[in-house]
C-alpha cells in the first residue's frame, strides 16, 4: 500500500493564487483592480523604504475582500463586511504581528487621519469618503489618542496613504512576483 504524502502548500503560493485570480474584481468602484490595487501600494511602500513585513502588509491590507465572497455584495447594501478584521484573521496563521497589525488598522487610521489631518478627507476618493460613513466616521479626540497609542497604528497610517495612492489608472508596478522575497521573509519562522 502506498501512503501518499501531502507536502503542505507554501503560504505565499496560496497567497498569490488569490491576488491572481480573484484580483482582477473592481476595487470598490475605483479605477484599479484589486490586484493592481495591491501591487500599487506594495510599490509605494518599497519606495519610501519599509521593512519586508509592512511591504507584506501593503500587498496584502485589502485580501479580507478577496477570501470573502459576500463582501462586495454587503458593501452594496450599506452593511460593512469588516474586511481589515477578516484580513487579520486569515493572515495570522502565517505572519506576525509587524504583518498583521497595520492591516487590521488600516480602516482606524483612515477614521485618525480624518481626524488629525483637514486636507486628508478631501483628498479621499468617493469610494473612501463613502464607505467611512460606514466605517464610523472620523474619530473624536479620545478614539484618535487612544489610537495612536496602539502597537502598529503608525505603520498603520503610512499604509493608509500608500493606500489612499494606490488607485491611479494605469500606473505601472512591478509584477506579483518582484514582492516574494519580501513575503517569504515576513512569514513566520
Ligand atoms: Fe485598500
Redesign the pocket.
Known amino acids: 500500500m502506498s501512503v501518499q504524502m501531502t507536502v503542505p502548500a507554501d503560504p505565499v503560493d496560496v497567497i498569490f493564487d488569490i491576488l491572481a485570480s480573484k484580483g482582477d474584481a473592481d ?1 470598490g468602484g475605483e479605477c484599479v483592480s484589486q490586484l493592481q ?1 495591491a501591487l500599487q ?1 506594495a510599490m509605494l511602500a518599497e519606495q519610501a523604504g519599509a521593512p519586508s513585513p509592512l511591504i507584506a502588509a501593503a500587498l496584502l ?2 485580501i479580507g475582500h478577496l477570501i470573502d465572497d459576500r463582501a462586495h455584495q454587503m458593501r452594496d447594501s450599506g452593511v460593512d463586511a469588516r474586511h481589515e478584521a477578516q484580513a487579520e484573521r486569515y493572515l495570522k496563521q502565517w505572519f506576525g504581528p509587524d504583518v498583521t497589525q497595520p492591516v487590521r488598522l ?1 480602516v482606524d487610521a483612515k477614521r485618525y487621519l480624518c481626524a488629525t489631518d483637514i486636507a486628508y478627507w478631501d483628498s479621499l476618493s468617493d469610494g473612501s469618503k463613502k464607505s467611512l460613513e460606514m466605517q464610523g466616521g472620523p474619530f473624536d479626540r479620545t478614539e484618535e489618542l487612544e489610537f495612536i497609542d496602539l502597537p502598529y497604528a503608525r505603520d498603520a497610517v503610512m499604509l493608509r496613504r500608500w ?1 489612499d495612492m ?1 488607485k491611479l489608472k494605469d500606473a505601472v508596478t512591478p509584477p506579483l512576483k518582484h514582492f516574494r522575497p519580501h513575503i517569504t521573509s515576513a512569514l513566520l519562522g
Open positions: 476595487y490595487h501600494c491590507h485589502d488600516h493606500d494606490a
